[in-house]
């Protein structure tokens, strides 16, 4: 299995600036991410960033970066900058790991590669997790997903779907899940093929995709199929906030505590 991971990195977060250069246990949180993708069967791993701090801190451990535009709006147009300037062909694979993810599990990148690699019907592969609680079906910012036999994905949204419209009929009717019926979390990890990548940046944003708020919804609207599997492992929660980042930097310490001198 070939493919590419590309890690899309930019200084100008609105709620943490500066976040790929955060220091976790002694290193960029960037190197963290690049260290997991590097644990993956990928063949090459691209840190993609517009910012010369970010590139003069990856150049430092090592990695391969690729300057990209200060311009774009999202990390696909980044990913599509970086194929095209390496010259990758449309059926190449990419997959796209977030910056902000460095305990990202490996297996999850192999995951989604794998994906696109055995369903060729499929221009975009990515993850999901089963939700159990009614809170986080009801919650804006837990991206729901409905799909067919197939794992191939019908709609997101932010929005509670399936509706179970026979116990959900009243806001006071005291909300619970439905039996027998499957709700499930997107987990926000893509693999793509890059002919996807080179239609996807001509397309204008999808009516859905501007209501929704949601990138994925304007492949869906231009025909293109995305193919979506249960995780394999469930995987840590990324860094937003402040908040995130101490947290995660407690967590990190204890485990350095823990670990065995050498």
């Known amino acids: 299995m070939s493919y590419t991971v590309v890690i899309p990195a930019r200084f100008a977060s609105t709620r943490l600036p500066g976040k790929p250069l955060a220091d976790i246990a002694g290193k960029p949180m960037i190197a963290h991410v690049y260290d997991r993708a590097r644990e993956s069967h990928a063949n090459r791993v691209i840190i993609a960033t517009d910012d010369p701090r970010i590139e003069t801190a990856c150049r430092g451990f090592g990695a391969e970066v690729v300057m990209t535009s200060a311009g774009h709006t999202s990390g696909t147009d980044r990913l599509e900058e970086v194929a095209r300037l390496m010259n990758f062909g449309p059926d190449e694979r990419v997959v796209n ?107 204008p944003p999808a009516p859905t995709e501007v209501t929704e708020s949601l990138e994925q919804l304007r492949a869906l609207h231009n025909g293109a199929r995305i193919h979506v599997e249960e995780a394999c492992r469930v995987p840590p929660s990324g860094v937003d906030t402040q908040q995130d980042l101490d947290r995660l930097r407690q967590y990190m310490a204890a485990k350095q505590k823990e670990a065995p001198d050498p």
């Open 97 to 203: 790991v977030q910056g902000d993810e460095p305990l990202i599990p490996p297996e999850l990148i192999d995951q989604v590669a794998a994906n696109l690699e055995t369903h060729p019907d499929a221009a975009i592969a990515t993850l999901c997790e089963p939700i159990s609680d009614v809170a986080s079906v009801f919650n804006p910012n837990v991206v729901k997903v409905v799909f067919d036999y197939r794992g191939m994905a019908h709609y997101f949204s932010r929005a509670p779907i399936p509706w179970a419209r026979d116990a959900w009929q009243a806001e006071d009717s005291g909300r619970a899940l439905p039996e027998g019926v499957g709700y499930y979390r997107h987990i926000g990890i893509y693999g793509y093929r890059v002919n996807l990548l080179r239609n996807f940046v001509t397309w």
